[in-house]
């Protein structure tokens, strides 16, 4: 059996990894009364159950109180089986002890679980936004002397997107934003763009964890000129302004 805790010679190992390696796993809920939810690993022992002092709480009754747990190894993530009843699955198959692979659909009750280890294992996904659709209904303002757009390029694919901006956009990791960011690098709610009345773009950090960058300095808040480069996270952003 794993133990929930390192030895001593684990723990001075693992301060010396790389902190994405510590903390770039997590789990997605595919389904049950939390599908949506995105869980960070980050602890060496993450117990899932329906007691309420379980890590990952699932109000499911179909779960056992401590179902299973989640633990951090030399060899990678592993899931545990604590309740012995056979009925932690991994890919459909019931597991007692069973290293975890990027993909890997774990199953417990009627709650299903999709583990990643780490954000680069997903498809590589451009912020989507979700700008427009905010607006719709509402009666519209005096057009602006200003239309600024943000040009996000794909690495991958080499094409570009572009996004417009509206007034009081927000960008960050949380899908309630206006353009949602899938990186572990990113706050919640990292920043916002607010447009003044002269028809001028300003970018303000909401006292993100990481910083918001332009032009390759860290701001508080920035007035967006034609060609800046905005940097939040991994994720670069240059910035076209042209006349309405």
């Known amino acids: 059996m794993y133990p929930c805790k ?8 693992r301060s010396y990894m790389p902190q994405e390696q510590v ?7 595919q389904k ?19 007691s309420r002092d379980s890590d990952i709480f699932l109000e499911d009754i179909t779960v056992h109180r401590k179902q299973a747990s989640v633990v951090y190894t030399d060899n990678g993530y592993i899931l545990r089986d604590d309740h012995g009843s056979g ?28 583990f990643f280890a780490n954000e680069g294992t997903r498809p590589f996904q451009l912020p989507s936004s979700r700008g427009r659709e905010l607006h719709i209904g509402k009666t519209p303002e005096l057009s602006p002397t200003t239309i600024a757009h943000l040009l996000i390029h794909n690495p991958l694919t ?7 901006l509206l007034p009081g956009m927000t960008i960050g990791r949380s899908r309630e934003c206006s353009i949602f960011l899938e990186d572990l690098t990113v706050s919640r709610h990292h920043a916002t ?15 993100s964890a990481t910083g918001t960058f332009v032009n390759g300095k860290s701001v508080e808040q920035s007035i967006l000129e034609e060609g800046d480069t905005v940097q ?10 042209s006349q309405a």
């Open 23 to 29: 903390s770039g796993a997590y789990l997605v809920i």
């Open 6 to 13: 390192l030895t001593s010679k684990q723990r001075i190992e």
């Open 232 to 241: 939040i996270g991994n994720n670069t952003f240059t910035c076209h302004l």
């Open 32 to 50: 049950g009364s939390l599908v949506g939810k995105r869980i960070e690993l980050w602890k060496e022992c993450t117990t899932i159950g329906r």
């Open 158 to 164: 080499g094409s570009t997107q572009s996004i417009e």
């Open 87 to 114: 009925d932690s699955f991994i890919n459909g198959e019931a597991i007692t002890l069973q290293l975890l692979k990027s993909g890997d659909e774990l199953c417990f009750g009627n709650t299903q679980i999709t």
């Open 193 to 207: 763009i607010h447009e003044h009345s002269s028809g001028q773009y300003e970018i303000v950090d909401n006292h």
